[in-house]
C-alpha cells in the first residue's frame, strides 16, 4: 500500500471563497490516499470545523515565519495554494515543498472588466480542479459541503413556510437597498426572515418600520454564521446579494434567488450547482462587471444593483414558491 500523502491547503479568506474550496476537498480525499490540513484565517475557522474530509485546521500567525516554523515540523508532501497572495508565497517559500498554486486569471479577468469580453467562462471550482489536475484529481460534481452542528435554539417557528433573506454585501455598491426591499416584501404573504452581519443592524430595523409587518423577522447581529445557515437550510427560498452567505446555501436544497450588480457571475464566483430553480437577476445596464470585488460602480456611487426593480424581484419569488 502507497503511503498515505501528507497535503496543506492554502486559502486564507474569505466566507465564500472558503465554502467554495469543499469540492475540491472532498475529491482529494476520496481519490487520493491521503490526510489534508487546511491553513486559514482564525475568523473563518468555524466554516470548516464541521468539515469530515479535514484531518487539523490551522491558523495564520500574525507573522509568516511563525506561520512557516510550526508547520515545518508536520513534514507535508504537498501543498495546494488556493490563496495565491504574497503571504502564501512566503509560506511555500519557507516550507520548500511541492506545491500547486490556482490561477488568479489576472489578465482574463482585466479584460473582462474593462473590455467585456469574457475569456474565463468558468467558475473558480473548475479553477481549482485545473490546478491539481497533475494529480489526476478530478471533479466529482456533487456540489458544496456544508455540514451544520452545534445550532443552539432560534427564536422562530422554522416548520411554517418562510423566505430567508440575505441584505449584506462587503461594499454597499454590491447591496440592494432598504426601499428595494421593503417593497418587495410589502407585496408578499410570507414570512421573510433577515439575515446579516452587525453592520446590517440598523437597515434591517429600516425595513421592518417601512414594511409594518410582523411577518418580517430580523435576526442581522444576533446569530451567528452557523445558525444563519441554519435557517436558509429551514427556509423555502433564499434571496441574496453576492455574498458569502449564497455559497453556504448552495449546498442546501432551496432554491437561491442572487442579484448582481458591479460583480456578475462572468467572474466565476455565483452559486456552485445550486438548485436546478435557482436564477440569477443580472442589471441590464452592462455585460460588464464594473469591478473585481464589488466595490466600485461605473454607473453611480451607491452601485447599480440599485437598479434592479423591485416587481422582478416579487415575480422571481412567485414563480418559485407557487
Not at 468539515?51 to 508536520?74: A, E, G, R, V
Not at 435557517?231 to 436544497?253: E, P, Q, V, Y
Amino acid at each position: 500500500m502507497s503511503k498515505k500523502l501528507k497535503i496543506l491547503v492554502i486559502r486564507f479568506s474569505s466566507i465564500g471563497d472558503i465554502i467554495l474550496t469543499t469540492p475540491i476537498l472532498r475529491s482529494l480525499k476520496s481519490q487520493l490516499n491521503c490526510d489534508i490540513d487546511f491553513l486559514t484565517n482564525r475568523k473563518y475557522q468555524n466554516l470548516l470545523q464541521s468539515n469530515p474530509n479535514i484531518h487539523d485546521i490551522y491558523l495564520l500567525k500574525d507573522k509568516s515565519n511563525d506561520t512557516i516554523t510550526f508547520l515545518k515540523d508536520i513534514e507535508y508532501d504537498i501543498i495546494i495554494d488556493l490563496q495565491n497572495n504574497f503571504r502564501s508565497f512566503k509560506i511555500r517559500l519557507g516550507l520548500k515543498i511541492k506545491s500547486f498554486v490556482v490561477s488568479k486569471e489576472n489578465i482574463k479577468r482585466y479584460i473582462l472588466i474593462y473590455f467585456g469580453v469574457n475569456l474565463l467562462n468558468n467558475h473558480i471550482v473548475d479553477r481549482y480542479f485545473k490546478t491539481v489536475e497533475s494529480l489526476k484529481v478530478y471533479n466529482d460534481n456533487k456540489g458544496i459541503d456544508y455540514t451544520l452542528s452545534n445550532v443552539s435554539k432560534i427564536k422562530l417557528e422554522t416548520d411554517k413556510d418562510y423566505i430567508s433573506w440575505c441584505i449584506g454585501g462587503t461594499y454597499e455598491a454590491k447591496k440592494l437597498s432598504v426601499k428595494q426591499i421593503s417593497n418587495v416584501i410589502n407585496k408578499l404573504s410570507t414570512d421573510v426572515v433577515l439575515i446579516g452581519g452587525s453592520d446590517e443592524k440598523k437597515m434591517a430595523a429600516e425595513i421592518i418600520k417601512n414594511t409594518m409587518s410582523k411577518k418580517v423577522h430580523s435576526f442581522c447581529g444576533e446569530i451567528s454564521i452557523e445558525e444563519s445557515a441554519f435557517l436558509i437550510k429551514k427556509s423555502r427560498l433564499f434571496l441574496t446579494n453576492d455574498t458569502g452567505m449564497m455559497h453556504i446555501a448552495s449546498a442546501f436544497d432551496s432554491p437561491i434567488i442572487s442579484f448582481w450588480g458591479c460583480t456578475k457571475p462572468s467572474l466565476g464566483f455565483s452559486a456552485y450547482m445550486p438548485n436546478k430553480n435557482s436564477e440569477n437577476i443580472i442589471i441590464e445596464l452592462s455585460k460588464k462587471p464594473c469591478s473585481k470585488h464589488g466595490q466600485y460602480c461605473r454607473f453611480q456611487s451607491k452601485g447599480c444593483i440599485k437598479d434592479i426593480d423591485h416587481t422582478t424581484i416579487y415575480k422571481a419569488i412567485t414563480r418559485l414558491i407557487k
